[in-house]
C-alpha cells in the first residue's frame, strides 16, 4: 500500500496541495496513487536535519556504516516480489531484468560495505615529525579523506533501483559518511517510495540520525532547483539527461555563494570501431553482438552504442546485412516512460531528416503505445566530420553506421568526437598495430574503453570508471560506478601535530584498522 | 641579459607591440627592461603545440619524465645568482627567503620525479576476468589515472619561484603528463623569463617535444582568458586573489563548450582559536608564535593568521598586551608590487572603520614607499558574527582578535566562517576535551587543522593538504602543495579486455614497475 508522501528523515510528510502520479507504459495509463509534491518548506526541513545527521553520522565507525548499507540491502530484498511487481507497471522493464537489477542494487551496496570494513579507501598517508632537522624541523602531517555534507542525489529514469533511490550515488554517499536527499524520479514515484521505505527502516533498525536520509517528490524544476542551491547540500549525484545535468549543474555553480561539485552523468553514443581485419574474421558474430547490444532494454542505456565507424568493403557489405536484419527480428519494447517514447521517435527522425543521412533500416513508429522499435542510419565520415548534430543523443534502439575512406578519416572522425563514456574497438591483433593511431585518440575520449566487446554493460568492481570526458559526465576525474564512486563525496584533511587522542583510528600511531596507509612515502599496513 | 620575449614552445617570440614592465618596491621604480605582451596568435600556436607536444609527452616513461624534472631543477640552479638578485629586485623579498624558496622549488620538482619513478600514485587497480561466472561472465577490468591535457598555470605574486612558472602548479601538471603554458606574473616579469628559460633548456636536454613548455606575457584579463576558454586547454592551476580565481573559474565552466577543472587558490584568513587553559599556561610564547607569523614575509602569505579568537580573562589581557609590543618592534617591510601594498592600506582601513571594530595597534601609513607595518584590530564575536565583511582578506600583516563571552559564541562564531586553507587551535589536552565541539567545527572548514602552531610554513610532503573549502579554493577536493597535487591534473582511464601488448606498463600482468596495485580487492606489488 503506498502512501504518497514525501520523507523528511524519519518522518512522513505531505504538507503540500499539489500531487503527482506516475504513468505505466506498460498499462497504458496513468497509475491511480497519488504523491504529494514537497513544500519548499518540507525540502528546507530535510535539508536542515541532513545537516544536523552528518554531525553525528561522520562519526560512526566504518563498521556501523557498513552494517546500515548491509541492512538496507536486506530491507530491499524484504520488500519482495511487490517492489519487483511495482517497477515493472512504472518503467516497463520485464521482471528478470528489473531481479537482475535489485541483485546489482544490493550487491553495490555490500560491495561498499565491503570497502569500508576493509578501511583502505580513506588514503591515510602520514609524514612523520622531524624535530632535529635543519633549517627548520617538520611537524608531524596526517591526512585522510573526509565526508563533505549533506548530497543530493537525482535517481535516472532507466535504473529505477541501481541508479536511483538506493542506487550507486545514494550507496556511495552514505559510505562516504554523508546524509543523501533524493529526489524521486517522476517515473517510477511507487518505486522510490517502496525503496525509500526500505532505507527509512534500516536507518531506525541502525539508530541512524534523524535526518540521514530524506526523499522528495518535485514537479518542475523548482523543487530540484531548490534542493541544489541550498547551503546546507555540499554535493549532487544526477544520472538523466543533458539538459537536467547542466541545469542542474549550472545553478550549482552560479547560483550558489559555494559552488559544489556536481557529478552529473548526462550523454554519451558510445562509439564502436569495427576494425577491417576483425570484420573479414567474424562479420557475423560481431552484428549479432552489436545488434544486441544497440536493442538491449529497448536501447535504454547509457552505454547504448549509437555510433559505429566502420570502412567500406565485403565483410562490411555482410556485417550491414547480417546487422540489418537482425535487427528487423527484435520485436518492439516497451520504453521507460512517454516522454522518451516521445523524444526517441522525434530523435531518429531528426537524425534521419539530416543532410547525407541514408536509412537503412526504420521500425514502426510505435510512440502512441510507447514502443521501441530499432533504427539503423548510415553516412559518410567526410559528412559525419561536418554535422556535429548527429552527435546528439538519441535515447534508444538507433545506431548511425560511419563509413570511413581510409585510416586517416578515421582518426579525423574519431577527433571530432565529444566526451563519452565508453569506446570500443573489434580488431584483430593486426588491427591494433594498423590502427594505433585510431585507438590513441578514441582512449583520450572516453572514460573506459573496450576490446571485442559491446559497451552495455557495467560492472560494479573496483576498476570499472562510469564517467568520461565532457558531455558525457560534468567531471571526468570520477566514476558513478563501482568502489571509486564513493570518491566523489570525499575531501582531504591534513592533520598537523594532532594529540594522539583526538586523531581519527585511520591515522592513529598503532593504525588499528590495520589499512594500508603510505607513512613516510613507503605503503605500509604496520603501524609507527 | 633579460630578452623580454614570450616562448612559444622552443620559439622565442615577440610578435606584438604592445610591451609591459616590471615595478620594484625596493629600488621604488619602475625597471628598464620591456617585455612583449603576447599576441593572440602566440598564444594560440603556444597551445596548438602543446596539444601536439601531449600525444608524445604522454607516451614517456615515467623515467622519462622524471628526469625532464630533475633536469628542471639543475637549470634552475646553474641561473646561479643572478636569478636571485632578478627575484630580489621584483619581489622585495629578503635574499635568505628567496635562496629558501629556491630550494624549497627545486625540491617539489624533485619530489615528483621521485613519485613518478616509484610509480604507485596512478592507483592502478585490476579486476580479473571471469569467464565461469554465473549468469553472466566477468570481462577483464584495469583502470589507472592518466594525464588530460595541457594545463594553463597562473603564478602568484607572493611566491616568485615556488608557485610561479616552475612552482608546485606546473611541476605537477608536467609529472602527470601534461605539457604547460605559465601566464608570466606581471609582478615578476623577469624571474620568469629567467625561470622559463631553465625549463627550455632541459626540456631540449632531455629531448621533451616542442611545445611541452610556453610561456607568454599578458596584459589586462584578455590573454588570461583567451587561454583559459581556448578548447586545447584542459585544466587551470591558478594561485591568487579571489576576484582573480572567479574570473577564471566562471570563464573555465561558462564560457567554454566544455567546461574544465580550475584549481584556483584563492583567499584565506586562517583563523586561529586561542584556548583558556594554553593562554593561561603560555601567553607570551603564544604571542610571540602569532606576532611572527602575522608579519612573516610582511604578511604575504595564503596562510598569514587574519583572524585570532578567544576568550576575556587575564590571561587574555597578557596575551593582547605582549602581541601587541611585539608586533610594535616589527621593522616595515617591502611589499611585493604597489597594488599589493594600496590594497593592504585599503583593506586594514576598511576593517578598522567598520562597525564594533577597535584598534588595538595600527602601523604607520607607509603605502608610498610600499612598505607594510602591522596592524591589530578587535570585535566581539557577536559583531563578527553580524559583518560578513570581516571575513574578507585582508593581505598583509593585519589581524583581528574575536573576543567570545563563551564555548556556544566561539562555536557560533566558527560556524559563520567561510572555508580556509587552514585552521589553528592553540590548546593544552584540558582545553581539546572540553572544546571539542569548537574543533569539530573548525576541522569542517578547512583543509588542514594545526594544534599549538602557527599556519604560515608550509611542508612540501606527501601528507600536506594546501586546499581547503571555498572560497580558498574553487575545489576542495584538492591540494596545491605536496605528492597528491598532481591528483588533479589526471582522471581515471579504464581499460576492458585490453591485449597484454597494448595496456600501459603499469597494468600489465608481470607489474614490470613493481608498483602498489589494487588487484581482485587486495593491494599488492606481485605481477598477476
Redesign the interface.
Known amino acids: 500500500m503506498l502512501k504518497g508522501h514525501n520523507l523528511v528523515g524519519f518522518t512522513e510528510s505531505a504538507a503540500g496541495t499539489e500531487v503527482v502520479s506516475a504513468f505505466s507504459t506498460v498499462d497504458q495509463r496513468e497509475l491511480p496513487e497519488k504523491f504529494a509534491v514537497a513544500t519548499a518548506t518540507e525540502v528546507e526541513n530535510a535539508v536542515k536535519k541532513a545537516v544536523a545527521a552528518f554531525?553525528v553520522y561522520k562519526t560512526f565507525s566504518p563498521d556501523q556504516k557498513a552494517t546500515f548499507l548491509e541492512t538496507i540491502a536486506e530491507e530491499i530484498i524484504a520488500l519482495g516480489d511487490g517492489l519487483i511487481k511495482r517497477a515493472m507497471l512504472e518503467t516497463g522493464l520485464p521482471e528478470p531484468r528489473l531481479t537482475?537489477e535489485r541483485g546489482r542494487t544490493t550487491g553495490q551496496l555490500k560491495l561498499f560495505a565491503?570497502l569500508l570494513r576493509?578501511g583502505?579507501w580513506v588514503e591515510a598517508?602520514?609524514?612523520s615529525a622531524l624535530p632535529d632537522r635543519k633549517?627548520?624541523p617538520?611537524?608531524d602531517?596526517?591526512?585522510m579523506l573526509?565526508p563533505?555534507?549533506p548530497v543530493a542525489v537525482f535517481g535516472a529514469s532507466n535504473f529505477p533501483f541501481a541508479f536511483s533511490t538506493a542506487g550507486g550515488d545514494t550507496a556511495s554517499a552514505l559510505a562516504a559518511g554523508n546524509p543523501v536527499i533524493v529526489k524521486a524520479h517522476p517515473s517510477h514515484l511507487g518505486t522510490n517510495e517502496l525503496i525509500a521505505s526500505a532505507i527509512d527502516a534500516a536507518a531506525k533498525k541502525c539508530d541512524m540520525p534523524d535526518g540521514i536520509f530524506s526523499f522528495i517528490i518535485g514537479k518542475g524544476n523548482a523543487t530540484s532547483i531548490q534542493l541544489v542551491t541550498h547551503p546546507g547540500i555540499k554535493a549532487v549525484g544526477f544520472t538523466g539527461s543533458f539538459n537536467g545535468g547542466m541545469a542542474i549543474?549550472?545553478a550549482a555553480?552560479?547560483d550558489r555563494a559555494?559552488?559544489i561539485?556536481v557529478y552529473a552523468e548526462m550523454s554519451s553514443i558510445n562509439p564502436v570501431v569495427l576494425l577491417p581485419g576483425k570484420l573479414k574474421q567474424d562479420a557475423a558474430t560481431v552484428a549479432t553482438q552489436l545488434s544486441g547490444s544497440i536493442t538491449l532494454g529497448a536501447g535504454q542505456f547509457c552505454t547504448n552504442p549509437g555510433l559505429i565507424f566502420l570502412f567500406q568493403d565485403d565483410a562490411t557489405t555482410a556485417f550491414v546485412t547480417t546487422l540489418t536484419e537482425s535487427l528487423t527480428k527484435v520485436a518492439p519494447a516497451t520504453m521507460l516512460n512517454p516522454g522518451i517514447a516521445t523524444n526517441y521517435y522525434k530523435g531518429r527522425k531528426a537524425v534521419a531528416g539530416e543532410g547525407k543521412v541514408s536509412t537503412l533500416f526504420m521500425g514502426d513508429e510505435l510512440g502512441t503505445t510507447h514502443q521501441a522499435t530499432p533504427a539503423l542510419l548510415q553516412i559518410n565520415a567526410a559528412d559525419f566530420i561536418a554535422n556535429d548534430k548527429l552527435q546528439q543523443e538519441v535515447f534508444g534502439p538507433a545506431s548511425i553506421l560511419v563509413t570511413c575512406s581510409n585510416a586517416a578519416e578515421l582518426q579525423q572522425a574519431l577527433s571530432c568526437l565529444?566526451?563519452q563514456l565508453t569506446g570500443s574497438i573489434f580488431a584483430t591483433?593486426e588491427d591494433?598495430q594498423q590502427f594505433s593511431g585510431s585507438?590513441?585518440i578514441l582512449?583520450?575520449k572516453?572514460?573506459?574503453?573496450?576490446?571485442?566487446?559491446v559497451p552495455t554493460?557495467v560492472?560494479v568492481?573496483?576498476?570499472?570508471?562510469h564517467?568520461g570526458?565532457?558531455?558525457s559526465t560534468?567531471?571526468?576525474?570520477?566514476?558513478s560506478v563501482g568502489a571509486?564512486a564513493i570518491k566523489r563525496f570525499?575531501?582531504?584533511?591534513?592533520?598537523?601535530?594532532?594529540?594522539e587522542?583526538?586523531l581519527p583510528a585511520e591515522l592513529k600511531n598503532d593504525n588499528p584498522f590495520r589499512i594500508?596507509r603510505?607513512v613516510?612515502?613507503q605503503?605500509t599496513r604496520e603501524g609507527l
Not at 572516453?446 to 566487446?453: H, T
Not at 560534468?474 to 566514476?479: F, G, K, M, N
Not at 570525499?490 to 594529540?499: G, H, I, K, S, Y
Open positions: 554531525a537482475g565491503d576493509e583502505s598517508v602520514i609524514d633549517p627548520l617538520r611537524a602531517l596526517r591526512k573526509v563533505i555534507g549543474y549550472q555553480i552560479t559555494v559552488p561539485p565529444h566526451g591483433a591494433l585507438i590513441d582512449s583520450g572516453v572514460g573506459r574503453i573496450l576490446f571485442n566487446g554493460g560492472e568492481c573496483h576498476a570499472m570508471v564517467g570526458p565532457f558531455p560534468t567531471d571526468a576525474r570520477s566514476t571509486d570525499v575531501r582531504p584533511l591534513c592533520f598537523q601535530d594532532c594529540p587522542t583526538l594500508m603510505k613516510n612515502g605503503y
